[in-house]
């Protein structure tokens, strides 16, 4: 190898372009490759020269080795430092605080939901669901409540079908029938969910609202059972609290009542409450002659509407994230 073909290899490393990975893999092949690379080749070279030229020869091919992997390096730097500058020049910044991820807070009326039934299992009652599509014999007949009878006025239906017998219920106590008729007494019970009325939209009514049922049937269960429980629930709900007993009609009930809180100087209806009626007893396989219950109906939009100091029902169904947002599982 003469000094041309050293200068000519020399230069080659010098002038070979690396400016990507892929470059300088093609440059690592091209002259340490394992069985064609230049450097290796002249390596393998050796063996054919006199022992006499070897020596200078040897340190000739390690100078190019040298410049090779000086190269090599030198890129590796190169590429170091401007990956680091990325980094730096980007909007990153390791010290800055992580975003933090939003957490939804619970509803309003699920947290009033779900102390309520926090309320009542402390008092042994079951809780329990039912079908929001009902059919006539669960939401009226059963109930007490014959075709033509004024008290379906009370309740404007939503039928789902011509044949009037499939319909979104109008109210929980459908869940009293379709306990009571598969199960022996006694027991209490406690229903929540979505209820369907199609009552004129104004600020203080909602073609679908909450309510809260609960029911409990044993032998010599009296009204007193029933005011002491309505107690329970409204000092539980609110600390104390004055409440009323307003006589009052539901077909399905026997006597009947509604119950008021005075709140802000005023009386609030918040449910409607009595005795259940031996007729709706027979009419679930039920002896009223043996057992006797109660049954109250509670909304859990007027509720809200006190415990959160609210005028407008509809604001707990706007969805305004704003309102929604101040909710803490606690009242
Ligand atoms: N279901 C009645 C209503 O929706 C409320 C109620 C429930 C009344 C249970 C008495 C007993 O108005």
């Known amino acids: 190898m003469d000094q041309k073909e050293i200068i000519k290899i020399k230069k080659y490393i010098k002038c070979f372009h690396i ?33 006499h030229e070897r020596k200078n020869y040897g340190k000739i091919i390690n100078e190019l080795k040298k410049e090779v992997q000086n ?36 509803h309003p009326l699920s947290i009033i939901i779900n102390r309520i039934i926090e309320i009542f299992i402390r008092i042994g009652f079951i809780h329990v669901d039912g079908p929001e599509i009902e059919d006539d014999w669960h939401n009226f007949t059963a109930l007490n409540i014959p075709v033509s009878h004024p008290s379906r006025d009370m309740q404007d239906t ?17 869940i009293q029938i379709r306990y009571m008729k598969n199960h022996c007494p006694p027991f209490r019970i406690l229903s929540i969910g979505k209820v369907y009325r199609n009552e004129t939209i104004s600020s ?17 269960i009296s009204f007193s059972d029933l005011k002491q429980t309505i107690h329970y629930l409204i000092t539980s709900l609110f600390g104390k609290e004055k409440i009323r007993f307003r006589p009052s009609y539901f ?24 005795m259940i009626d031996p007729e709706v007893l027979k009419n679930v396989g039920i002896d009223p002659e043996i057992y006797s219950g109660f049954a ?10 006190i415990i959160y100091q609210m005028k407008d029902i509809r604001t707990y169904f706007d969805n305004d994230i704003r309102f929604l947002k101040q909710f803490k599982s606690e009242f």
């Open 19 to 51: 400016k990507k990975n892929e470059d300088l893999e093609t440059f690592k092949i091209k002259f340490l490759g394992k069985k064609k690379g230049i450097i290796t080749v002249l390596f393998k070279n050796l063996k054919k020269i006199s022992i």
């Open 71 to 106: 190269k090599i390096s030198h890129y590796k730097s190169i590429n170091d430092i401007n990956k680091n500058k990325k980094v730096l020049n980007s909007d990153y910044d390791p010290t800055f605080p992580g975003k933090s991820i939003e957490i939804g807070s619970i």
């Open 158 to 174: 939503f039928f789902l079908c011509k044949s009037l017998d499939v319909l979104l219920r109008t109210h929980t106590s459908s």
């Open 204 to 220: 203080h009514s909602n073609f679908m609202f909450h309510q809260a049922e609960g029911f409990s049937i044993d032998r010599k």
């Open 251 to 274: 077909p399905f009930t026997e006597p009947s009542a509604e119950v008021d809180i005075h709140c802000n100087n005023e009386w609030l209806e918040i449910m409607g409450c009595g």
């Open 296 to 305: 109250f109906g509670v909304g859990i939009e007027r509720l809200a509407l």
